[in-house]
């Protein structure tokens, strides 16, 4: 029998969800000895001490993760609820009721004073392991000091705590991701050796992996493959004017007015780092590789501080956070999905050609740089040549579960991904969503792609549909998409 070693009683390993949650119930039996728990030896000369728990009543068990994968926390919203147990002094033979709370009980069990149960108050909550993350990324040039080797070196450190269940799994998918392509080695440290002061759960530790491969990149997309999200629900909902309602696109688009945004970031996990330092420049480049193919991500730090704060920050964590995976996995392509709108109360329409600024700039961009292709040639003169641009080849996706009627809208389940060439900021405030089509006049599907870039992108950021411009261009003509509510002839048309 594993007893946890921290531990002044004997804690086995069969209850760890009781430590994980912080609750015990009705029929748990609790020794100072592991001999009590040995039914062939002699307890009475070994033991000091017997607890049974009285109240509460069992329950079933409760899951630490919700949809989302994210941790419901049940340990410190069990700490202050009430417990009673049955107290036998086996050396005096008295049996005592005791009344007290689930974190006076977890603090006789961890520091071994009786007098725990005693007390009216409950002690303070030590440390779990969404502080101890927050801790590890506080001293997060502490932690490469230590542990950077050299520049071909990267790691990924984050809390583990073998009583809660979701960082079990959570490690353990970890380590089978990891096994399918990285050379790898684990290091386990303990908080008390790093962190002064400051009291942790007894069964926190801190798991380093760590790697000497040069593809660090690499390395860091397969934490975030294994950490993503799985959504399971399969009727998202969305709040309108304070009325919950199915997630239908026509519904996101014509009537919500923000939505939550992307809520997965690697940060939000543990902490990873490299010997590839960032380059401070005014315009920062990430090399995306999807489908075999290059996409250089680039965004203007400066200019991308005048975003809202949710726009911002999607862009802003894009190179650390963008799930590639979805790239380079079978998925839909903006660009060639056949798009069914037939249920839908909304029409997709363009207006112009039109005259618009950047007609000039795309002319203007011809000879700029050493690029291969005019999109890249025009995608970098405009970052450093348009005050309005701020970011190009954005990488954006779209999930099945994030939509009521995904699967209809694009005969699919699997992820809608696709790359906005330019993202500008326009005068009126609105985010500007603008692709480059070498020959603008003349396309045909240009608007279902825009309307998907600005459907994703909304969904992404968290910001209204109607906040957001789209268009296309080339060197001679200019188009916006417009995406309004259909007109009651083309619903008759329909019908029909």
Same mark, same amino acid.
């Given at each position: /029998? ?11 390993s ?6 994980g #949650?912080?609750?015990f ?7 100072d000895?592991p001999?009590?728990?040995?039914s ?8 000091n001490? @017997? ?7 069992r329950?079933?068990?409760t899951?630490?993760a919700?949809?989302? *994968? ?23 033979g008295?049996?005592?009721i ?5 974190? #006076?009980?977890y ?5 071994g004073? $009786? ?5 009216? *108050?409950?002690?303070?909550i030590?440390?779990?392991w969404e502080? +101890?993350?927050r801790?590890?990324?506080?001293h997060?040039?502490?932690?490469e000091?230590?542990y +950077?080797?050299d520049?071909?070196y ?9 009583t ?13 991701y990891?096994d399918?392509?990285f ?18 759960l007894?069964?926190?530790k ?7 491969s040069?593809?660090?990149? %690499? =390395?860091?997309?397969? =934490?975030?493959e294994?950490?993503?999200?799985v @959504?399971t629900n399969?009727n998202?909902k969305i709040?309108?004017?304070g009325?919950?309602?199915?997630k239908?696109?026509? *519904? ?8 939550g ?5 690697? #940060?939000?996990h ?7 330092r ?6 920062r ?15 203007h ?5 005048e975003?809202k704060k949710s ?8 190179s650390?956070?963008?799930? #590639? ?14 798009? *069914?709108?037939?249920?839908e109360?909304?029409?997709?329409t ?9 007609i000039?700039?795309?002319?203007s961009?011809?000879g700029?740089g050493?690029?291969?292709?005019a999109? !890249?040639? $025009?995608e970098a003169?405009?970052?450093e ?8 080849e ?7 579960a994030?939509?009521?009627n995904?699967?209809g /809208?694009?005969g699919?389940t699997?992820p809608?991904t696709?790359h906005?060439d330019v993202?500008?900021?326009e005068?009126?405030?609105?985010v500007?969503?603008?692709d ?18 600005g459907? /994703?992108f909304?969904?992404?950021t968290?910001?209204?549909?109607k906040?957001?411009?789209? %268009?296309y =261009?080339?060197?001679s ?10 007109s !009651?002839?083309?619903?008759?048309? $329909?019908?029909n």
């Amino acid at each position: /029998m594993i007893y946890y070693s921290k531990f002044s009683w004997a804690i086995p390993s069969a209850f760890s969800s009781c430590l994980g #949650n912080c609750i015990f119930e009705q029929g748990d039996v609790l020794y100072d000895s592991p001999v009590g728990y040995n039914s062939e030896q002699n307890h009475e000369k070994s033991l000091n001490y @017997r607890i049974q728990i009285i109240s509460p009543k069992r329950k079933t068990p409760t899951s630490q993760a919700s949809d989302n *994968n994210e941790s419901t926390n049940l340990f410190p919203a069990n700490w202050d609820s009430a417990v009673e147990l049955a107290l036998w002094d086996i050396k005096n033979g008295v049996k005592s009721i005791k009344r007290t709370k689930q974190g #006076n009980l977890y603090y006789l069990l961890w520091k071994g004073d $009786i007098t725990y149960l005693d007390s009216e *108050n409950s002690p303070e909550i030590p440390v779990t392991w969404e502080r +101890l993350n927050r801790l590890i990324h506080d001293h997060k040039e502490y932690i490469e000091q230590k542990y +950077l080797i050299d520049d071909a070196y990267a790691g990924f450190v984050l809390p583990f705590d073998p009583t809660n269940s979701l960082l079990v799994e959570k490690h353990s998918k970890i380590e089978r991701y990891l096994d399918e392509d990285f050379d790898h080695q684990i290091v386990t440290l303990e908080p008390d050796n790093i962190f002064d002061n400051t009291e942790f759960l007894p069964t926190l530790k801190i798991k380093c992996y760590l790697t000497e491969s040069k593809k660090v990149e %690499g =390395f860091r997309d397969r =934490f975030k493959e294994a950490l993503w999200p799985v @959504r399971t629900n399969k009727n998202p909902k969305i709040k309108i004017n304070g009325i919950e309602k199915d997630k239908t696109i026509s *519904n996101f688009i014509l009537k919500q007015n923000s939505s939550g945004g992307n809520s997965f970031t690697i #940060n939000n996990h543990g902490l990873y780092f490299t010997a590839k330092r960032e380059n401070l420049k005014t315009i920062r480049v990430t090399s995306f590789y999807h489908s075999k193919l290059p996409y250089p991500y680039r965004l203007h730090l400066e200019k991308a501080k005048e975003l809202k704060k949710s726009v911002y920050k999607y862009l802003h964590n894009l190179s650390v956070d963008c799930p #590639n995976h979805f790239f380079n996995a079978p998925n839909v392509r903006c660009s060639k999905v056949d798009l *069914n709108l037939s249920e839908e109360e909304i029409e997709i329409t363009t207006s112009g050609p039109t005259d618009h600024e950047l007609i000039k700039l795309a002319k203007s961009s011809r000879g700029f740089g050493n690029y291969k292709s005019a999109h !890249q040639e $025009i995608e970098a003169y405009l970052l450093e040549n348009d005050p309005k641009t701020i970011a190009t080849e954005v990488p954006i996706w779209l999930e099945s579960a994030e939509f009521s009627n995904y699967s209809g /809208m694009f005969g699919s389940t699997k992820p809608l991904t696709g790359h906005i060439d330019v993202i500008r900021l326009e005068n009126d405030g609105k985010v500007g969503i603008w692709d480059f089509k070498p020959d603008a006049y003349h396309e045909k599907r240009a608007k279902y792609q825009l309307f998907l870039y600005g459907l /994703m992108f909304a969904n992404r950021t968290g910001i209204p549909f109607k906040t957001i411009e789209l %268009g296309y =261009f080339d060197t001679s003509d200019c188009f916006r998409v417009l995406v309004n509510k259909k007109s !009651q002839t083309t619903l008759a048309t $329909i019908l029909n």
